[in-house]
């Protein structure tokens, strides 16, 4: 029985077992991206951009919030009051036909009173509301300038993070062409030194030079896992997700070589740090205009109407109960006049802050300047080194070539062959780096430019 009872225990196991693991593979998604699937997908599903949306929904209830600020406004509420203990006034006791100049306690009121009880009231002009409808199509535009900002940004981090996945493949795949070359190599020099015809040194040369690789090799697996998990989360994916990307370095490295981008020239005003320092300026502009209309006066109006009820007993909500009803209607004119030049410090400080934003504005055009002549210059430097380095790649393997030859011949010695490996390995790692290098450059000038 007890045998019965493991068996079917391990049947449900293993049952929950495979069930829990489909369920696991059933969750997990699929995704092929070409660059600019990826750039489309991140400006939608990374993670900032999506608060940066949230932003901009919160600041048009922001906005609506100050809206109805001057709609009118209708409150109601119902007061209730148990005099337990009655307030009481003395008056001249001969009223009641007593001693002249004795007083006497009367009570006036009733042990419970109860007040229902509606207000309309309505802002007829206020100046600071005025300016408070302008600062809340400024502050809605803030975080709409904030969420492209955060477009721009994004899109330069997936290029970059794409181009780091596809450096750290490419750098694999000759990595294991370097290793499969130098194996035989090495295969071929130690049957040559069974042989007696070298020495073992030219076998332990290549011996180092293999461990170097295949060091360099596990390195640049390790990277390529967490390359794709930098670049699964700023496209807003689970890292446990497959994701395959489409492009070669190579085809996007050609389709980035264009030294006539940009002929139109650098215009600031398009650029989103521009916008947004402007953006500040209007925000001073308006902290002034606040501080200036709190001079002015205000006038609110509101209508009153409700009902009271008084008795010595809780009999509010009967038939018997009897309600007086009243309304009323009233305006407030508010004229300020003498603030003890507190107001005239505000309107001075929201007049330096202003001088302040328009310092800052310049400052960041004259910046943004420099950057684009910086970022232009980078992509164009970008650019040379590429075609340098393609270049010295070619002449790297062509020396190696010969160098292999010669050292297979015994012509030469395991350290002038060991150089030339080295050198190629480097002109190898330098060419992968340039054509990294260009589609880098390529999206910081873009991002300067503001181009999406």
Do not use: C
């Not at 969750?27 to 940066?52: C, M």
């Amino acid at each position: 029985m007890k045998k019965i009872i493991s068996i079917t225990f391990l049947i449900f196991a293993i049952a929950a077992n495979a069930q829990e693991s489909n369920t696991v593979e059933k969750t997990k998604q699929y995704y092929a991206f070409s660059l600019e699937e990826a750039i489309n997908h991140a400006l939608v599903n990374n993670y900032t951009a999506i608060n940066a949306s949230r932003d901009i929904n919160a600041a048009k209830k922001k906005k609506w919030e100050t809206t109805a600020m001057g709609l009118p406004q209708i409150n109601t509420s119902l007061d209730y009051t148990n005099n337990f203990e009655l307030q009481k006034s003395l008056i001249p006791a001969e009223f009641f036909g007593g001693n002249k100049g004795e007083f006497a306690e009367v009570a006036f009121g009733t042990k419970h009173n109860m007040t229902a009880r509606a207000t309309l009231s309505q802002l007829i002009f206020d100046g600071s509301y005025i300016v408070a409808l302008q600062a809340s199509k400024t502050y809605l535009k803030f975080y709409e300038n904030a969420k492209q900002k955060t477009q721009v940004e994004t899109k330069e981090m997936v290029i970059n993070a794409y181009g780091n996945v596809l450096l750290a493949e490419e750098g694999i795949a000759i990595l294991e062409k370097n290793k499969a070359t130098l194996e035989k190599t090495l295969f071929d020099t130690k049957e040559t030194f069974k042989s007696g015809l070298i020495e073992e040194e030219n076998v332990e040369q290549l011996q180092i030079t293999l461990t170097s690789i295949v060091s360099n090799l596990n390195y640049n697996k390790r990277l390529l896992d967490i390359s794709y998990k930098m670049l699964k989360i700023t496209l807003g994916i689970d890292i446990n997700d497959d994701l395959k990307l489409t492009d070669k370095l190579d085809n996007l490295t050609l389709s980035n070589l264009d030294l006539s981008f940009n002929q139109d020239g650098f215009n600031v005003n398009n650029n989103i740090n521009y916008q947004m320092a402007l953006n500040f300026e209007e925000q001073r502009e308006l902290e002034l205009k606040l501080q200036k209309s709190k001079a002015l006066p205000t006038l609110t109006a509101n209508m009153n109407f409700g009902y009271n009820a008084f008795g010595n007993q809780f009999e509010f909500f009967t038939r018997n109960q009897k309600w007086l009803n009243y309304s009323n209607l009233g305006m407030t004119l508010n004229v300020p006049i003498f603030s003890g030049l507190a107001r005239t410090s505000r309107t001075q400080q929201a007049k330096i802050a202003l001088e302040q934003a328009k310092t800052q504005l310049t400052e960041t055009e004259q910046k943004l300047k420099l950057q684009y002549a910086s970022a232009k210059s980078d992509y164009e430097f970008s650019i040379e080194e590429y075609e340098t380095a393609k270049e010295n790649l070619k002449l790297a393997e062509r020396i190696e070539k010969k160098q292999q030859t010669k050292f297979t011949e015994g012509l030469s010695t395991s350290f002038d062959f060991n150089d030339a490996q080295r050198q190629l390995y480097d002109a190898q790692q330098k060419y992968l780096q340039s054509m990294v290098e260009i589609i880098n450059k390529k999206a910081s000038l873009e991002k300067v430019i503001n181009k999406i």
